[in-house]
């Protein structure tokens, strides 16, 4: 393994560190305090998540691109040419990073958690707040259908990312600016959408800190947990991930005009060329 896929996996694992420990302590925050600061002010959750994934971009973005997501992974190695060969190596330090992130929440609020328990006559491995760490289907909300919205939330997400990083995109918003953006765009499915099932759009994100909370004490609530939810914030952001990039990339990519600007160039280019090349005076 060569020095700078090195970093690159450092770099990930931190990324998805930094998006745990302020994500999953704002959960904290949400959950386990009775009156909840955020009881009456959720879209401060939202904007927790959201600048967590800003500043995880900002920190890490010059090495790896942060990813920080296994379904923006896996679309970017489909449609824009990242390699194969780093796909399961990322993924893996995503998910480090993640269980890392969970352990510095737990040792923040771990006396938290046993008062709510305690107070709440709950146990861990009755999943007493397990929601702090891991997600799991909202109200009326069943496996099945969780599945298809965790789909079309993470399609989303990649749609969006996919517009705000298109070089080609003259509207896409400047380099510096493009991590608030995500950040935003984080926040804004959280805001409409996140009650469903807590808006995992990132297997990470879920399986890091569920796999730590098994080991913790929450055991079959984490893993494999009620209704055998656990794979569904796995693959249904996967899915989703292709079908947002594979959206963008069908219907917006090819009319956008600076693209059709350049490839007209660049057929200029090749027609002189090849005239010149068929000169015999030159």
Known sequence: ?????????ISEAVA??????FGDSVACMYVLYDPSPYMTSYWGVCMAWGLSVTLAIYVTGSVSGTHANPAVTLALAVFRDFSWKKVVPYWAAQVVGAFVGAMIVYTLFSPVIDHFNEVK????AEGGAAGVFFTHPGLAITPM????DEIILTAFLLFGIFAITEQYNETAPMAN???????????????????????????ARDFGPRLFAYFAGWGSSAL???GNYWWVPIIGPLIGGLIGGGAYRLLIYPFLPARVRALEEAAQTSSADDVLAGDPAK
């Not at 998805?16 to 420990?21: E, G, Q, S």
């Not at 493009?178 to 808006?199: D, K």
């Open 1 to 9: 393994m060569n020095r700078q896929l090195v970093g690159e996996l």
């Open 16 to 21: 998805t560190f930094i998006i745990i420990a």
């Open 121 to 124: 006559g709950l146990t861990r």
């Open 145 to 148: 259908h969780a599945l298809l």
């Open 177 to 203: 600016s493009s991590a608030l953006m995500i950040g935003l765009l984080v926040a804004i499915i959280g805001a409409s959408m996140g009650y469903l099932e807590a808006w995992a759009i990132n297997p």
């Open 224 to 226: 494999p947990s009620p």
